[in-house]
């Protein structure tokens, strides 16, 4: 492996060359499934790393303070599995995502959330029962929540070889400048530059995103000198008319990618394993039963390709399916996936399209995309082994999302003999 694998960086233009990948294209692409991991809505990830990044080069920023401040803003919510199952048992879907919103610092606004946020179509008797049960536990898990994501975020940061700032930054994503933050109750310059820049930018996307420019500026306005960095949010204000204005028009991808800063960092060939294995380690810890899972997947697909004498790149192709095979479990409920018993139809539904293969939602892109581009067979191939089995001539058939698209070998190994997948193996 090169030595600055795989985080290696280019400069000169946005071209690479062929066998070169674009880390921030990779991320990008993960950083949907964290917002759906974030209950947050799609693309909002991007959102605040394009505001972030901009708002670093207006204030005049050097090149590797806003380098930093772009991949801490795309990878800010990167541990978000690392106590899914665990919220996922307090609180449904609904309230999760408004509880992200919350600057749980304030008793009113804190107390709010759980008076009229939590529960709120039930009886009032069963209200108060709810909240019972369910606020001190909240309490007394929160601390080993946000330590967990911190840790995660650090570790995925540590793997991808980036800046040694960037990682310090994953660990203050929940410190805030006023001290009142956690785990460690930093207070102000304590907080490292690039996290006080996106946690201005994030608070600005999510409520940019929910109530527009208005409540996106009212915010930040509000919570600056308190849970954000004053200096940075005066920054904002002072530019938010041309910034929110980007968001309304630009394709958020291409401007993320296009305002990554020189020197561009790259992936080279031989260290798209590393990075496939970072990204499925981090699905795994979604759920307390599924941890190794995906690298468990990658060996015995591995190990059946080699015993098939498959050729080297589609050994490799078959090794990197089995490490992503599973990045679109980050867009379902763990309500779904920890629910005992059988699903409903309409669970059904969020379940279905996260292989790639479904007419909408954002993994019908995002997740195949991933896997495109690091050179392994669209995760879409998985989906005959749960929903519908195969046509004749061993062409997948899913209800409802039926393309009549060949099965990969790929696919016929990771899901094994006697699979819906297995003509023949």
């Known amino acids: 492996m090169n030595q600055r694998q795989p985080g290696q960086e280019t400069s000169g233009n946005q071209e690479l060359s062929i066998g070169h990948l674009r880390l921030a294209e990779l991320l990008a692409a993960l950083s949907i499934m964290t917002d ?5 809505l799609p693309e909002t990830a991007m959102q605040a790393c394009l505001l972030a990044t901009r708002l670093a080069q207006w204030m005049n920023m050097s090149a590797n303070d806003v380098s930093d401040v772009y991949y ?3 990878l800010r919510s990167v541990g978000c599995t690392a106590y899914a199952h665990e919220e ?19 008793p009113r606004e804190a107390l709010g959330f759980w008076l009229h946020r939590v529960a709120s179509d039930s009886t009032p008797l069963e209200h108060a029962r709810i909240i019972v049960a ?10 080993e929540q946000i330590t967990s994501h911190c840790e995660v975020g650090a570790a995925m940061v540590r793997r991808l070889e980036l800046a040694p700032v960037v990682q310090q930054a994953l ?7 006023d001290g009142k933050g956690s785990p460690h109750r930093l207070a102000g310059e304590r907080l490292v530059l690039p996290v006080r820049f996106a946690q201005v930018a994030t608070a600005a996307a999510v409520f940019w995103r929910w109530g527009g420019p208005g409540a996106a500026i009212a915010t930040v306005k509000q919570r600056g000198g308190a849970m954000l960095d004053p200096w940075v949010a005066a920054g904002f204000l002072q530019y938010s008319t041309a910034l929110l204005a980007e968001l309304e028009t630009a394709d958020v991808l291409q ?15 031989d260290g798209i394993d590393s990075v ?23 060996e015995l697909a591995e190990a059946a390709a080699r015993r ?4 080297e790149p589609d050994v490799a192709s078959i090794r990197r399916a089995g490490l992503l095979h599973d990045l679109g479990r980050m867009s379902v409920s763990n309500r779904i996936w920890d629910k005992r018993g059988p699903l409903t139809a309409s669970e059904w539904e969020q379940v279905r399209p996260l292989a790639g293969t479904g007419p909408t939602g954002t993994s019908d892109w995002h997740a195949p995309r991933t896997a495109g581009r690091l050179r392994v067979p669209p995760p879409g191939d998985r989906q005959c082994a749960t929903s519908g089995g195969t046509s004749p001539g061993g062409r997948r058939r899913v209800p409802g999302y039926d393309s009549g698209a060949p099965i990969s070998a790929t696919s016929r190994i990771c899901h094994g003999r006697g699979s819906p997948c297995d003509r023949g193996l």
Request: glycine share 6%.
């Open 36 to 40: 759906l991991g974030s209950w947050r």
């Open 72 to 74: 801490t803003t795309l």
């Open 88 to 106: 996922a048992v307090l609180l449904d879907d609904a309230e999760l995502a408004a509880a992200g919103s919350v600057d749980w610092a304030d």
């Open 134 to 143: 369910s606020m001190p536990r909240w309490v007394l898990i929160r601390h």
């Open 171 to 177: 660990q203050q994503v929940f410190e805030r400048w």
């Open 255 to 269: 401007a993320l990618l296009l305002a990554e800063p020189e020197p561009l960092k790259q992936i080279m060939d």
């Open 276 to 298: 496939a294995r970072a990204f499925g380690d981090m699905v795994d810890l979604k759920l307390p039963f599924t941890r190794g899972h995906s690298s468990g997947v990658s």
């Open 308 to 311: 098939l004498r498959f050729n």
